[in-house]
Structure formats: C-alpha cells, structure tokens
C-alpha cells in the first residue's frame, strides 16, 4: 500500500480477526478476547490474501463514504462509529463509541484517517504536551532542587543544631529516599538533633501527596529513625542495594527534630546548609509517562505556568487556532479537548525536540510489552514486542469513557509509522483492543511488526540518581521561589 493511499479504520464485518499468525502458534492475541471458535486461523500466504481482498473492499468503502459526506453539512462534533453488534440496550454502552485516527509516515504521507479534524478527550495523552513544553522550557538535564536551611548554629561536639530546620522545593519526584538521604547528608555535616522545629515551605510536595501539612508530617517522621515507617526503610533499602552502596547501608541516618512541624516559608534571615537535586527531568518524565503519574504531570505543568501558560505556549509554538486546543489540566484529568491532527503536530514536535538534544522517543516514553506501566501488557507477543512506542490516556466515566493511544509503530520493512487514535463514549477495555487490532492490522500490511532498537533500563533507579550540594555560610538569603 502506498503512502498516499488510505485505509478505512471501521470495522466491516461482526466478529472474524484477521490477526493469527502470532508468535509461530494457532492462537489469538492476548488483547483480543473473543472465543477462539469464532475465528478463522489462516496461512500467512492466505493471510495476505484476506488483508489484500480486505484493503480493496476498504477503499470502495472509504470512496463512497467520502462522496456521502460530501454532500452533508459539516458536523462540529465526531460522528458515531458503526458497531458491530446489534444495537445496546440503555443500560448497555456502545462497543466503539466515536473515533478519531491519524497514521502518517515520517515525511507527513496520510496513511490512515478518520473525523482527524474532530475533537475528543485525549485523556493521559495530554502529558506529552505537557512533556513538550517542559523539554522545551526546562531542557532535558533539569534538575529539581529541595534545600535545607536553618536559623540556628550547630554544637559540634554534640551534634545538636540549636534553631528550626526549613525545606523549600517543588520537586515533583520527592520521596521517602529522598528524605533519608537528606537525613545521611545532614549526619555528614555532624548534625544529629535539632532542638527548634521543622518548617516545610507551602509549595513542598511528598510521596505524591498535594498537601504541604501531611508531606512536612512524613517528613519529619522519615528524618528520624525512631520514627521512620518501614515502607521508607524499605525503599532506602531497595535503592541503595541496587545501586551497590554498601556503606549506606552499614549506617543508618538519623536526624531527631525535637520541636513540632508546620508549613511557613523559609525567613529571609536563614542559612543555607544543603541542596538536594533530583534525577533529571528526562529521567523523570520516562516515570511519569510509563506509569502515567498525574501528580506528576501536574506539577512539572505548574513549574511551567500552568495549563493556560502551556496552551499559550503551543499556540504559538504550532501556530494553531484560537479553538484547536482546550486544557483543564496537564495530566489529562477531567475535559481536555484536542483533535488527532493537533496531537499529531504536536507529537511531532516533541519528536524534533528530543532530536535536538540526541534523545528518542523512547528516553522518555514508554515500550509496548518491554517497560514496566501502561504498555506493559499490551503488544506482548514476541512479534511485536518493542515495535510501539506510545502514551496511553483512559478515562473511565469523563465523556462516556475516553480511551486515546499515541505514538509511534516499526514495520519489517524498516518504516517508522506515527499514529494517534482517540476512542470516547463507549468501552475502555474494547476501544484499547481496538486500537491495538488497528496498530497490528497497519503493521501486517507492511510486512509485520519490527522492534525498535532500545536498551531498557532498570524503571525504579531513574529516580535515584540525585546530586547533593553542601551550602554556604554566605549564601544569600533564599528568594521567593524557594518558599
């Protein structure tokens, strides 16, 4: 099939799949679920056959449909995909709700479309946006910093800080390690009691959690051994086993705060004694995006304005419309609006921003049946292990259930696809096997699936590899963005 050429994405008969040379067996895929005696298991020469007979019944269709809209009035909204089932009842949902799909070659060449220019909710996709923007304002090496500061002066010969210990930051990563290893770094410095209280900034975040109060709260009780809950015993643990650091481990770090804990930004007059920096933000945004972490998402978005400074930003940077794009939230929570063609520039443009700094899509972003998270069961069979790279986005109630998939498909024949389809109103669970038939079916045309090249790396270690830096007696006095 030529690049010019299109391929219809409806479904156009009730239940055969075509999909059955998987894995060198007679069986069906595991995203399919229908019973295997319904389907038809063929040759890979008559497999061949089918899809070709299949791609010219396509395009008739695909004609006939193009000359039926012709002659109707443009309609603001996606129209339903035909089902192929008997209509639901009320209490049913449909099977495939309404759907948009946009697959081009990497030189812009229309391989598959369908209502590309209609709006739906992206759901999780949304974080790629955010992923841009980020790239693009932050850059790929970023480092969040968390810092300690303090009021008082420190007895060394007893190890007793006399005065209130601060925390400022934003780093959307923080966790119970990270605070333990705070902890070791403050022993280093000879500090081991703190007689004043402890002060985390408003903007401070914890074990994912929004609330600066309950984040000060496991804070102050991680610092201090006595306290310390056994799930941030056995992180510490876990990381520094992996990364081989056995004197961390002969050791174990403790600061006692003898005081209470409150949220108050750091006073004018503190100190400086650390700054804690996290894994960089490309290592961040490859956890982020595999496991689809909201949190996340919105917090690297605030770092970077927020969803109006971030439509902003890609309306100029993509020159869209006024309308193109609507964004309640840059983690795809709640009503996002965005049409396939959109996304695609916008994939696109995340594309060509890893390439300025020598990255790929997959530094960033998660590989079907390889990296741990959202495409980790999907794409499993040994064909077509590693072939898509892609974000995820689900919904399960917002627009009657939103389902998108995007990213990137590897044929045989060496080509690399980009597609999004965005799937709403209908099943989660049958718009995913849906789109992951439609990946498949575009593969097999070109000869089969063939795997990316990539190196996986260890998912729970991106997130450790943090710099401390020792501070100052004269540093300056901490600014407003490090309240």
Request: aromatic share 6%.
């Given at each position: 099939?030529s ?14 799949i075509?999909?059955?040379w998987y ?13 295997e005696?319904?389907l038809?298991f ?7 056959t ?11 269709l ?6 039926a ?8 909204f ?13 209490t ?8 948009g799909?946009l697959v081009?070659?990497l030189d812009?060449?229309?391989v598959s ?12 996709t949304?974080k ?10 932050l850059?790929?090496d ?5 810092a300690?500061w ?7 010969t ?9 925390i400022?930051?934003r780093?959307p990563?923080?966790h119970y390690?990270?605070a ?11 500090i081991?009691?703190?007689t004043?209280?402890?002060?985390v900034?408003p903007?401070f ?14 804070f102050?009780d991680?610092?201090d051994a006595?306290?310390?809950p056994?799930?941030?015993v ?14 961390s481990l ?10 209470g804990v409150?949220?108050a930004?750091v006073?004018?007059?503190a ?5 804690q ?6 290592d ?6 595999c496991y ?9 978005g605030?770092?970077i ?30 009503v996002n609006?965005?049409s ?12 060509a921003?890893?390439?300025k700094?020598r ?19 999907r794409?499993?069979?040994l ?16 627009d ?13 024949n ?9 799937n709403?109103?209908?099943s989660?669970?049958r718009?995913?096997?849906?789109q ?17 090249d990539?190196?996986?790396?260890m998912?729970?270690?991106q ?20 309240q």
């Amino acid at each position: 099939m030529s690049g010019s050429e299109t391929l219809s994405t409806n479904s156009l008969v009730n239940r055969v799949i075509y999909v059955v040379w998987y894995d060198g067996a007679r069986r069906v895929p595991p995203h399919l679920t229908f019973p295997e005696h319904e389907l038809e298991f063929l040759s890979k020469p008559e497999m061949t056959t089918r899809l070709k007979r299949l791609l010219g019944t396509t395009m008739i269709l695909f004609v006939a449909c193009l000359s039926a809209i012709a002659q109707q009035e443009s309609r603001p909204f996606p129209v339903a995909s035909p089902s192929p089932s008997p209509s639901p009842s009320e209490t049913a949902r449909p099977l495939y709700g309404v759907q948009g799909v946009l697959v081009e070659t990497l030189d812009g060449q229309v391989v598959s479309s369908q209502s590309e220019n209609d709006q739906f909710n992206p759901a999780s996709t949304m974080k790629l946006a955010t992923a841009l923007v980020a790239l693009k304002t932050l850059g790929p090496d970023h480092r969040f910093a968390t810092a300690v500061w303090t009021d008082g002066q420190l007895d060394k010969t007893t190890g007793v800080l006399n005065g209130n210990l601060y925390i400022s930051g934003r780093d959307p990563s923080f966790h119970y390690e990270h605070a333990i290893l705070i902890a070791r770094e403050l022993n280093n410095l000879g500090i081991k009691h703190v007689t004043g209280d402890l002060f985390v900034a408003p903007g401070f975040t914890m074990n994912f959690s929004w609330s600066a109060t309950r984040s000060g709260e496991r804070f102050y009780d991680t610092l201090d051994a006595t306290l310390r809950p056994a799930a941030a015993v056995q992180a510490w643990n876990y990381e520094r086993t992996l990364l081989n650091d056995r004197a961390s481990l002969e050791k174990v770090p403790s600061v006692a705060v003898l005081g209470g804990v409150a949220v108050a930004p750091v006073p004018p007059a503190a100190r400086l004694l650390l700054t804690q920096k996290s894994s960089k933000l490309v290592d961040i945004l490859k956890v982020l995006l595999c496991y689809s972490n909201n949190f996340m998402a919105d917090r690297i978005g605030d770092s970077i304005g927020g969803p109006d400074s971030v439509r902003q930003q890609l309306t100029a940077m993509l020159q869209l419309g006024p309308e193109d794009l609507r964004i309640a939230t840059l983690s795809g929570l709640g009503v996002n609006r965005i049409s396939p063609r959109v996304m695609m520039k916008i994939y696109r443009a995340l594309i060509a921003e890893l390439q300025k700094h020598r990255l790929t899509p997959s530094a960033i972003m998660p590989v079907a049946g390889i990296d741990p998270g959202t495409l980790e069961d999907r794409f499993t069979g040994l064909p077509w292990r590693g072939s898509v790279i892609a974000k995820t986005g689900t919904l399960l109630r917002t627009d009657g259930g939103a389902s998108s998939l995007v990213g990137q498909m590897r044929t045989a024949n060496g080509e690399t696809l980009l597609f999004v389809i965005m799937n709403q109103r209908g099943s989660v669970s049958r718009f995913r096997e849906n789109q992951d038939y439609l990946v498949m079916l575009v593969q097999n045309t070109r000869g089969g699936p063939k795997a990316f090249d990539y190196k996986p790396s260890m998912l729970s270690m991106q997130l450790s590899h943090t710099e401390v830096v020792a501070g100052d007696e004269e540093f300056e006095s901490p600014s407003k963005s490090q309240q």
